[in-house]
């Protein structure tokens, strides 16, 4: 429980201190990981004293063991080794440190190393991060490269003098930073958030030349890949040779084989790009050249053909054509017209011939009774009925007999 205390009743540094032991001691023996950064084994003296740090977080711890747990490892275990620890926590009251009691040292071979490499791959390609779609391309010509590598190393001179040997004008931003060991995590990530919080940084490059699996380990960390899948700006891995595999070469937007391929693969060749742009003017030029001589030729041919030498014979053919149409359709025309005057006027004196007209005109008469009928029998009418009489040149009244 937390203790109340107030300014009149403070704790004295001792009771604080004695408190915090006492709350240590409660933890028990723990199982830890680390590095080993320091490393003291005095001549006769029966405790040895090292130093454990984590390598991705700048964080140590002291480590006593006694003499004979550690040279049960003292072969396989040096500075930099990886190891497991089976240590109690222990609270030096009088200066207020604390350290671990270590009662058993293991150390970290190469194959359990590999194995939780696999299981943290297979964790993060879980998320995502080494996802195709996520990398992002490299521009063509970058103006400012930024550099991530050991101080004066053959990674960084490879870097530096392949790229500007391909192209003179390009320009470098770069970080010497541990490229292995205990501080190569942290100094690394702050290096690559560094480049990417610069404007005009067109890519990052982290270089390091070839090691061992555990010189490599720094590249694999967990923190500094997810800070790589985490820049806005291309990043490419640099790493090891062409075997060397460490998990960055995944997250990378790039990767290349080793870190002279790449500064070829980010930084394009001045030769080679003027060598191609002058293949590239001499297809155009072909190309340009081709399509005048094809279209030259056709219209050469084009205007050989008759009717481009005579415009007009094509109209005059026509004309005759359009002539010798016009006089046959006005004779059929006429010949229709013709029939169908004959087969008028053939009409027309039929019509005429049997016309009551021309009956009357003979010497014929209607006789019609006052409400218009014709009479066409005698018992039609009565005697004294008025008729009318209708004849060729107009009509009388007449009265019925006996």
Same mark, same amino acid.
């Given at each position: 429980?937390?203790?109340?205390?107030?300014?009149?009743?403070?704790?004295?540094?001792?009771?604080?201190?004695?408190?915090?032991?006492?709350?240590?001691?409660?933890?028990?023996?723990?199982?830890?990981?680390?590095?080993?950064?320091?490393?003291?084994?005095?001549?006769?003296?029966?405790?040895?004293?090292?130093?454990?740090?984590?390598?991705?977080?700048?964080?140590?711890?002291?480590?006593?063991?006694?003499?004979?747990?550690?040279?049960?490892?003292?072969?396989?275990?040096?500075?930099?080794?990886?190891?497991?620890?089976?240590?109690?926590?222990?609270?030096?009251?009088?200066?207020?440190?604390?350290?671990?009691?270590?009662?058993?040292?293991?150390?970290?071979?190469?194959?359990?190393?590999?194995?939780?490499?696999?299981?943290?791959?297979?964790?993060?390609?879980?998320?995502?991060?080494?996802?195709?779609?996520?990398?992002?391309?490299?521009?063509?010509?970058?103006?400012?490269?930024?550099?991530?590598c050991g101080r004066a190393s053959a990674a960084e001179r490879?870097?530096?003098?392949?790229?500007?040997?391909?192209?003179?004008?390009?320009?470098?931003?770069?970080?010497?930073?541990?490229?292995?060991?205990?501080?190569a995590v942290p100094q690394v990530v702050g290096a690559v958030r560094e480049l990417?919080?610069?404007?005009?940084?067109?890519?990052?490059?982290?270089?390091?030349?070839?090691?061992?699996?555990?010189?490599?380990?720094?590249?694999?960390?967990?923190?500094?890949?997810?800070?790589?899948?985490?820049?806005?700006?291309?990043?490419?891995?640099?790493?090891?040779?062409?075997?060397?595999?460490?998990?960055?070469?995944?997250?990378?937007?790039?990767?290349?084989?080793?870190?002279?391929?790449?500064?070829?693969?980010?930084?394009?060749?001045?030769?080679?790009?003027?060598?191609?742009?002058?293949?590239?003017?001499?297809?155009?030029?072909?190309?340009?050249?081709? =399509?005048?001589? !094809?279209?030259? +030729?056709? @219209?050469? %041919?084009? #205007?050989? *053909?008759?009717?481009? &030498?005579?415009? $007009?014979?094509?109209?005059?053919?026509?004309?005759?054509?359009?002539?010798? =149409?016009?006089? !046959?359709?006005? +004779?059929? @025309?006429? %010949?229709? #017209?013709? *029939?169908?005057?004959? &087969?008028?006027? $053939?009409?027309?004196?039929?019509?005429?011939?049997?016309?009551?007209?021309?009956?009357?005109? !003979?010497?014929?008469?209607? @006789?019609?009774?006052?409400?218009?009928?014709?009479?066409?029998?005698?018992?039609?009418?009565?005697?004294?009925?008025?008729?009318?009489?209708?004849?060729?040149?107009?009509?009388?009244?007449?009265?019925?007999?006996?």
């Open positions: 429980m937390a203790l109340k205390t107030t300014p009149e009743a403070p704790l004295p540094v001792g009771e604080v201190s004695r408190l915090i032991g006492g709350w240590i001691d409660r933890l028990g023996a723990v199982w830890v990981e680390g590095q080993i950064t320091q490393l003291s084994r005095r001549p006769g003296a029966g405790v040895v004293f090292l130093t454990l740090r984590d390598p991705s977080y700048d964080i140590s711890v002291s480590v006593t063991c006694y003499r004979q747990v550690f040279d049960a490892v003292a072969d396989v275990v040096g500075e930099g080794a990886r190891v497991l620890v089976l240590a109690k926590p222990e609270w030096y009251a009088p200066r207020g440190q604390l350290s671990l009691r270590a009662a058993e040292i293991r150390p970290v071979g190469v194959g359990d190393l590999l194995v939780r490499l696999e299981r943290l791959k297979k964790s993060l390609a879980a998320e995502g991060l080494f996802a195709p779609e996520r990398k992002k391309p490299l521009p063509f010509l970058p103006q400012l490269i930024g550099l991530v490879d870097v530096l003098e392949n790229a500007r040997h391909r192209w003179p004008a390009v320009r470098f931003e770069v970080r010497n930073v541990p490229v292995q060991g205990v501080h990417d919080g610069i404007e005009g940084v067109d890519v990052i490059i982290v270089a390091r030349g070839g090691g061992s699996v555990e010189d490599l380990l720094p590249f694999s960390d967990e923190q500094l890949v997810r800070a790589v899948a985490a820049c806005h700006t291309p990043v490419v891995s640099a790493i090891g040779h062409e075997p060397d595999s460490p998990l960055l070469d995944l997250v990378a937007d790039l990767r290349a084989s080793t870190p002279t391929d790449a500064a070829k693969k980010v930084v394009p060749d001045v030769g080679e790009e003027l060598e191609r742009v002058g293949m590239l003017r001499d297809r155009a030029r072909r190309c340009a050249r081709a =399509l005048l001589e !094809r279209e030259e +030729r056709g @219209l050469a %041919h084009a #205007l050989a *053909r008759p009717a481009m &030498e005579d415009p $007009h014979r094509m109209l005059d053919e026509r004309a005759d054509h359009v002539a010798s =149409l016009t006089g !046959r359709s006005r +004779r059929t @025309l006429g %010949h229709l #017209l013709d *029939r169908a005057d004959s &087969e008028l006027a $053939h009409t027309h004196a039929r019509v005429v011939a049997l016309s009551p007209a021309a009956t009357l005109r !003979r010497g014929y008469a209607v @006789l019609q009774r006052s409400d218009g009928h014709v009479v066409r029998d005698p018992g039609e009418v009565t005697e004294g009925e008025a008729l009318r009489a209708r004849v060729a040149d107009g009509e009388f009244t007449v009265k019925v007999g006996e």
